[in-house]
């Protein structure tokens, strides 16, 4: 397998992936709202999904059937294309979520530092053995698509639950807001509503695929209630 496919393929879907990003008017306004201290995790999660089909555009630019050796989604490429693709959007994303977290604990007096989750090398691990088991490309084009948004969106929600459970572990009472987007199923319905850290339900950071709600994460919110509670005493 020749190593400069491969190369070529990266170059390529990155220059697209970067120009889209450029124009993208979601992006613009996150950052603007970023400048002016008024970005929350609802602007991170706009931003996830943004990239994240940015991405995925960009990749179904180039690779097709016809740009891969045999057709062949090989093990070689899929193993490169995803891991170089994802680790960028994993850092655009955790960049970004990482400013609004700092801005969001300076609003709430805390002197507490953005946590970063890592980089799911297993959820990668899955994309590639999906991408890699189809005897022909047409079967697995699919996982290009969502699949890559999807990914891409749970690198917010693992900032927010490791942001949650620093938080909890130093003593304060973080509460998780999920709101449902469009027209959700029962599932999403069902894990909709405020909650604190101790009272959320298991699947709170869990989506199923084309899943656009919003877990939100203000550590004001508990902060507030804290002082309320000293107030009434
Ligand atoms: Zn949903």
């Known amino acids: 397998m020749d190593k400069d496919i491969v190369i070529d393929l990266l170059k390529s879907i990155d220059g697209s992936f970067k120009d889209k990003n450029s124009k993208s008017k979601v992006l613009k306004k996150d950052i603007e709202l970023l400048k002016n201290e008024k970005a929350t995790y609802k602007e991170v999660n706009d931003l996830a999904i943004e990239v994240g089909q940015n991405l995925s555009q960009s ?101 927010i639950q490791k942001n949650v459970e620093f ?8 509460r998780i807001t999920r709101t449902v987007v469009g027209k959700p199923c029962d599932w999403c319905k069902n894990l909709a509503g405020s909650y604190s ?26 902060r507030k209630q804290n002082v309320w509670t000293k107030n009434w005493k």
């Open 59 to 159: 990749i179904n630019e180039f690779v097709t059937a016809e740009s891969l050796p045999n057709e062949k989604m090989y093990f070689n490429i899929s193993n490169r294309l995803m891991n170089h693709t994802l680790k960028n959007n994993y850092d655009i994303v955790t960049g970004y979520a990482s400013d609004v977290q700092n801005q969001l604990n300076q609003a709430a007096n805390l002197h507490l530092k953005a946590q970063v989750p890592d980089f799911n090398q297993e959820k990668v691990k899955g994309l590639v053995e999906r991408l890699t088991a189809a005897e022909s490309f047409d079967d697995i084009k699919w996982i290009l698509d969502e699949p890559l948004v999807t990914f891409t969106q749970s690198i917010v929600d693992d900032t």
């Open 197 to 222: 850290y101790n009272d959320a339900p298991d699947d709170i950071y869990r989506r199923h695929e084309r899943c656009h709600c919003i877990v939100d994460y203000n550590p004001g919110d508990g």
């Open 167 to 174: 938080q909890s572990n130093v003593g304060l009472k973080p």
